[in-house]
């Protein structure tokens, strides 16, 4: 039985946003040649647009349902159009006009892959805080990203600094630091916007002999974050963090480095305040 099928974004030609209704055997089977046509950028929206495409090819299960006694004529897209109004795509009640009106917002899809981020980072490090022992870094951050879902969600700007200190406690190896840090995320749309104070003491052993290459060696440590009281902002909640990290070189040139690594870390609510995503 022959009946049709729609599909988008298959007419490849640039900035074309016409949508074909062609007679195929198995109108289902133009979803996953959609879905491989769409190259996103980022993960999510590789995501949206397969449960968007998911949504379209349970409607055309339905429409094969309701129609599996009509032939395809050329009186087959009147007989449809009924049979379609008790369908919908994402709670909206459809007719075959309105699916295609439907169809022609997936060009979201489109705007979201042109999103704005705009972001920059500077870290200042001194490896020898006044010919002393102790390290100092400071760091700030600020990014911007403009909504890529098409919800109208505005601009979200997220503001980060703060400093770290350490030193060395007893041996070369073993590190005390502690990180003074403040992050300020704020949403044009609404008034949920995420402050937060946090401080970070943590304890590390580390004799790995690279920093970015290591060949062997053994890293582990164990820390605290306290964020809200008494430093502020309104989140409040207490991480535990454990990390250990080993390598081994398994040949004489080094060149097949075997690592192992675990970590483990716990949230813990503080006060009525719910922990953020």
Excluded: C
Aim: charge should be positive.
């Amino acid at each position: 039985m022959l009946v049709f099928g729609l599909y988008y974004f298959l007419n490849k030609r640039k900035n074309s946003k016409k949508i074909d209704i062609v007679k195929v055997e198995d109108p289902l089977e133009s979803i996953p040649r959609a879905i491989k046509y769409l190259k996103p950028k980022e993960p999510f929206l590789r995501k949206e647009q397969e449960e968007f495409f998911f949504h379209l090819s349970m409607n055309f299960r339905q429409i094969i349902e309701h129609t599996s006694e009509i032939k395809a004529t050329d009186q087959t897209f009147k007989e449809l159009k009924p049979s379609l109004k008790h369908n919908s795509f994402f709670n909206t009640n459809s007719s075959i006009d309105d699916i295609l009106t439907f169809l022609e917002r997936a060009e979201f899809i489109k705007f979201a892959e042109k999103d704005v981020t705009q972001q920059f980072d500077i870290t200042l490090i001194e490896p020898r805080l006044f010919d002393s022992l102790v390290s100092a870094s400071v760091f700030t951050s600020r990014r911007r990203v403009s909504d890529s879902t098409g919800l109208n969600l505005g601009m979200t700007t997220e503001n980060t600094y703060g400093f770290s200190l350490g030193t060395p406690v007893y041996y070369r190896d073993l590190r005390l630091s502690s990180r003074f840090s403040a992050l300020d995320r704020i949403y044009d749309s609404d008034q949920t916007n995420v402050i937060k104070r946090s401080v970070s003491p943590s304890l590390t052993y580390n004799t790995v002999n690279h920093p970015v290459f290591p060949t062997g060696g053994l890293k582990t440590s164990i820390g605290l974050t306290q964020t809200g009281e008494p430093f502020g902002g309104n989140v409040r909640l207490r991480e535990y963090r454990f990390l250990y990290q080993q390598f081994w070189s398994l040949n004489l040139d080094s060149t097949l480095i075997l690592m192992a690594k675990a970590q483990w870390g716990m949230l813990q609510q503080q006060g009525g305040t719910r922990i953020p995503a």
